[in-house]
């Protein structure tokens, strides 16, 4: 457990849904992040908070938006996907963005699978 | 091209065996980490060594770093069956404000 958590763990939608990936971390933490990660791919920066404010936006497609309401909690809206989106998203947190040095704390995942 | 990159991609060994893993980067790093994920699971942080530092231990993990061929390795001793997973490296760059992952090495401990 390491006190970040996702919801859902697996995700089904055509390509036509509107669906959202929650985030949530327990540690005080306030730099969030968004990975992708495809077979036989490296792991994907998308998107990365700090205080609640965008620092990062890593050429997502704007099918992909994020939210960030406060520091403990992170969406992923997803709309009008494509099969090629389907890959395991992970949710990350760490104590700030100075220097990026800091410890990441990833949650379980969310297996998304589009038709 | 990726930033980091692990060598092997697959390892396979006899529990009870030493398993080395190594990472190899292309610019100057604040510092190098290592995670461990697991078959459909998040990562999870293993040990970070910073740019002027040479050799750190947690347990049975051994990392070092070589900032002069920009390349790390990790060593895993006396393997067990439950360090079977994933290992990735992620170099913090000097001025990019992000991790950057490798495509990790697949670590097999057969019992």
């Known amino acids: 457990e390491t006190g970040v958590t996702q919801t859902p763990r697996h995700l089904v939608m055509g390509m036509t849904n509107k669906k959202s990936l929650k985030c949530e971390q327990h540690?005080?933490?306030?730099?969030m992040y968004w990975y992708k990660q495809s077979a036989k791919k490296p792991l994907e920066l998308m998107f990365v908070?700090?205080?609640?404010?965008?620092?990062e936006n890593n050429s997502v497609p704007s099918r992909f938006s994020p939210e960030c309401p406060n520091s403990s909690h992170l969406f992923l809206h997803l709309h009008t996907l494509q099969p090629e989106d389907s890959a395991l998203y992970l949710c990350?947190?760490?104590?700030?963005?100075?220097?990026?040095?800091?410890?990441?704390?990833f949650g379980p995942g969310t297996r998304l699978t589009v038709l | 091209s990726q930033q980091g990159e692990e060598d092997p991609q697959a390892l396979s060994i006899q529990e009870g065996e030493n398993a080395t893993m190594n990472c190899s980067y292309k610019?100057?790093?604040?510092?190098l980490q290592w995670y461990r994920q697991n078959s459909g699971r998040g990562l999870v942080h293993l040990i970070l060594i910073r740019s002027n530092e040479r050799e750190k231990h947690s347990g049975r993990l051994r990392v070092t770093l070589d900032t002069s061929k920009k390349s790390s390795s990790l060593l895993i001793t006396a393997s067990r069956a439950a360090d079977t997973a994933s290992y990735f490296c992620?170099?913090?760059?000097?001025?990019?404000?992000?991790?950057?992952f490798g495509q990790g090495t697949r670590l097999t401990i057969n019992p």
């Open positions: 908070y700090n205080f609640k404010e965008q620092t």
């Open positions: 990350a947190s760490s104590l700030s963005l100075a220097g990026f040095t800091d410890t990441q704390y």
């Open positions: 992620a170099t913090d760059m000097q001025g990019a404000q992000k991790l950057v």
């Open positions: 540690l005080g933490h306030n730099a």
């Open positions: 610019t100057s790093i604040n510092n």
